[in-house]
């Protein structure tokens, strides 16, 4: 399956603008991530893992969280925040799968 052309994650952490971050490994699973714009922030996202934090060039999965897409198994990615509600929207970046559903913000638990 591939990626939507245009979506823009959020992070999860921080509820801040990631941006998307071409990568220079020899592995051929990862080549691009989408990374917190906030320069101490370590977390990314990647379609296949979900969030994750990368510590000096280095994926560290110890704090991943991944939250499935019940339609297709892709990892959802935090797309909008309602403070005023208290709700995180997540949606599926897979190219032909509509999933979007909000959630309760874990900050308003």
């Known amino acids: 399956?591939?990626?939507?052309?245009?979506?823009?994650?959020?992070?999860?952490?921080?509820?801040?603008t990631m941006r998307h971050v071409m990568l220079e490994?020899?592995?051929?699973?990862?080549?691009?991530?989408?990374?917190?714009?906030?320069?101490?922030?370590?977390?990314?996202?990647r379609d296949s893992n979900g969030y994750s934090d990368r510590i000096e060039g280095i994926f560290d999965d110890s704090r991943g969280f991944t939250q499935g897409c019940p339609r297709c198994g892709s990892a959802l990615y935090l797309a909008a925040v309602n403070h005023s509600r208290k709700t995180e929207t997540w949606e599926c970046p897979q190219t032909g799968c509509d999933f979007s559903e909000d959630f309760p913000s874990p900050a308003a638990r």
Do not use: G, I, N, W
Not at 25 to 45: I, K, L, P, Q
């Open 1 to 16: 399956m591939s990626s939507k052309p245009q979506f823009s994650p959020l992070c999860d952490v921080h509820h801040a």
């Open 25 to 45: 490994e020899d592995s051929e699973d990862v080549r691009s991530c989408y990374a917190c714009e906030r320069r101490d922030c370590t977390r990314v996202f």
